[in-house]
């Protein structure tokens, strides 16, 4: 059970690789007792409204978010909150987000069907779609038993290195943050540890980041212990950033974690709320 005055904020849905739909998230996060959570799917908002109907019928609070993937050298994930969902430059950057990744999955689709593998992109875009990645070629590859489960299909067939895999083009991370900034929202550096980088060149990424707009960082995730939530609120703190965290609940895709995750370690406390809500409404006024 939850602790109350809980929030999770990196949820992904049916609408890129999660396999809840956006209204059974909000239903399984009230069943839980959360205060709040945000919708942050892969380059795209378009589970935001059934989420938010679900949401007022059931009086769960959610917040429109998003998840873009960056490049910095490496990829880096960039979290958009309290996004204008509406934002005609976000749409411009996302639907030529999702082209190449359409471009992208045709020819691992291709490289699929060459090795006898049904794997029919048009298929996959009416079952998957609107955003398809790499985990809904594992759920086909699980499906046609070339693996266990989606995390052995990414080792096996869709990590980088194995026979699947085809990397994508995607923005730089100034135009992530600065798209999250012009469609009136809150820009965070996503689970900040997890692109193995040592605390100076961390504090290069969000120093590069900052002067672009950055104007939060993920302090809570599934994956992280107390010590390492701590030392990001530190850092937070010294530049004047907001913490935010969630699990990055993705549901039989990523199956150990679960919404609202853990114990201690992820309890997100609704208090990191509003000051993320504040930070939208200063943002939009300076616009
Ligand atoms: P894509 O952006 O289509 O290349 O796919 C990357 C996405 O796949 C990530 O954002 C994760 O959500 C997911 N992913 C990466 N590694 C794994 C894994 N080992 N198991 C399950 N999902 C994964
Ligand atoms: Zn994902
Ligand atoms: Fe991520
Ligand atoms: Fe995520």
Redesign the pocket.
Known sequence: MIATNTIDLHI?TTAS?GTLSPAQVVRTAHELGLEAIAITD?DTVSGFGEAAAEGAELGLEVVPGL?L?SRYGRII?ILGYYVRTESPILGRVLESIVGE?DE??RKIAALMAADGLAADYGEMKRRFGPV????HF?QLLVEQGQAES??Q???RW??KGQRYYLP?KMPSIERAVECIREAGGVPVLAHPYQYGLEEPALRQLIEHCMDHGLLGLECRYSSYSEEQSQALLSLAREYGLAPTGGS?F?GD??PNIAIGSGEGSLAVPASWLPPLRNLAISTKKRR
């Not at 398809?132 to 985990?135: A, D």
């Open positions: 992904h690789d892969h998840e993937s994930h990744r992208r999955n398809i990645g790499r985990p594992g989606v995390p299909a990414f080792a869709l990590d994508r990055d993705h895709s990523k």
